[in-house]
């Protein structure tokens, strides 16, 4: 893969595909760990006199413009960042955006309104992608990917731009993947995987591919009820996403296997996320009908400790609860704790994750590698393909013929 540092960029448009997609309470960020994780690069492009063009996504937006999702609030937080305003286009390649960009001077940085609110951003069609891809490259002249939180999506602006343009990859990218090598290759045994979070359709599929690689895999947060469900169990309330027979099989794969897969045992719930009433601890093989499981329980806290203190690589994706709710972040804390007092090669993977450690005061360094991206970095462990390193892997002759 080619860098940043392998482009002549004095002078030349660069198109940057970031990942700014930070979680927003109204207008603000409540976590600025992606901004910051950008900055490397587009520093080193606008030292080196760069017209830098930044892109991203933000949430899933039907496919149109909504205020609700403007990146507004990125865009401020970068300008404070830098140093210098960021201008933000009022859409992402119209008549707005190609004004911004046709006023940009070399060593100045301008930001696309959200890429999702355009149909082809994330169509599975390759030719409507191909279109807007195609007016995301007449932007400019280079292009670079370091949006490593979205390189499992097979997005116009992930993957097809960089066909059409020289490219190379930022030095986010760059770090993460190298991160990840230590997760895949030469493994230190015991290898501990800890699962939770919310987006658990995205990521039941990749415990599939983890019962291959872990030693362990401990599961909690919202991903523990799809397993508690299909063992049979009542969840009440509770998160339930993704294919009940699915799991099943991993329960069955795993029971067949020398992979431990263990299910946090007990969970704190109450009547809803932000209901008055009181929070109470329960089996989790007994949530009531009218309970929702919003943080793994005291048992499940100390387990799951007891699992990472012995482990020699740790990789979490998930919080356990709703973190953001102090008196459901006690699971996500023990798991943090746990991993910060560990002296194996530890990784947190994905914003929400990131996110929940910044909010409950640990620092960085406490770990290993805390990357942006979750679902990107559980489908590299996975060993898969993940199309936006392929498409900057590829070679830059095939974009300039396209181009041509
Ligand atoms: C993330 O936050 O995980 C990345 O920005 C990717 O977002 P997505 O899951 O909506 O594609
Ligand atoms: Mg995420």
Redesign the pocket.
């Known amino acids: 893969m080619k860098t940043v540092d392998d482009l002549e960029v004095s002078g030349q448009r660069v198109l940057v595909r970031a990942?700014l997609?930070v979680p927003i309470d109204g207008t603000r960020i409540t976590d600025d760990g992606k901004i910051r994780a950008c900055l490397p690069t587009l520093g080193a492009l606008l030292d080196r006199g760069a017209a830098v063009v930044v892109c991203s996504?933000l949430g899933?937006p039907a496919a149109a413009p909504d205020p609700a999702y403007t990146l507004a609030p990125a865009a401020a937080r970068l300008g404070e960042l830098l140093g210098r305003a960021v201008p933000l286009a009022a859409d992402t390649v119209g008549p707005s955006a190609r004004a911004a960009v046709a006023d940009l001077a070399p060593g100045g940085v301008v930001m696309l309104e959200n890429l999702r609110f355009n149909a082809g951003e994330t169509s599975k069609d390759d030719a409507l992608r191909g279109a807007f891809a195609d007016e995301l490259a007449s932007l400019a002249d280079l292009y670079v990917g370091d949006g490593f939180?979205?390189v499992h999506?097979r997005h116009a602006s992930v993957c097809d731009v960089a066909a059409r343009l020289p490219h190379a990859a930022g030095y986010l990218v760059q770090a993460e993947t190298a991160a990840l090598q230590r997760l895949t290759r030469d493994i230190q045994r015991p290898y501990v995987v800890v699962l939770g979070g919310a987006?658990v359709a995205?990521k039941l599929p990749v415990v599939g591919g983890l019962l291959g690689q872990a030693d362990q895999i401990l599961i909690g947060g919202g991903m523990a009820f799809t397993f508690l469900a299909a063992q049979g169990h009542g969840v009440g309330l509770s998160l339930l996403q993704g294919d009940l027979d699915a799991a099943r099989g991993y329960l069955d794969q795993a029971a067949r296997s020398r992979v431990d897969l263990v299910l946090a045992p007990d969970v704190a719930v109450a009547g809803g996320r932000d209901a008055a009433g009181p929070r109470e601890v329960v089996p989790s093989a007994a949530i009531p009908p009218d309970r929702m499981g919003l943080d793994i329980g005291p048992e499940s806290a100390g387990l799951f400790a007891a699992r990472l203190a012995t482990a020699k690589t740790i990789f979490w994706n998930g919080p356990m609860g709703v973190f953001e709710v102090p008196r459901f972040a006690d699971g996500t804390r023990a798991v943090a704790r746990a991993l910060a007092d560990s002296g194996a090669f530890t990784m947190v993977g994905?914003?929400d994750t990131a996110a929940a450690v910044h909010a409950l005061g640990f620092p960085d360094d406490a770990f290993g590698h805390v990357s942006t991206?979750?679902?990107a970095s559980l489908e590299y462990l996975e060993g898969k393909t993940l199309p936006g390193l392929a498409a900057l892997q590829a070679d830059d002759r095939a974009a300039a013929r396209s181009a041509r």
């Open positions: 990942d997609n996504h899933r939180g979205a999506r987006k995205d994905g914003g991206g979750g679902g």
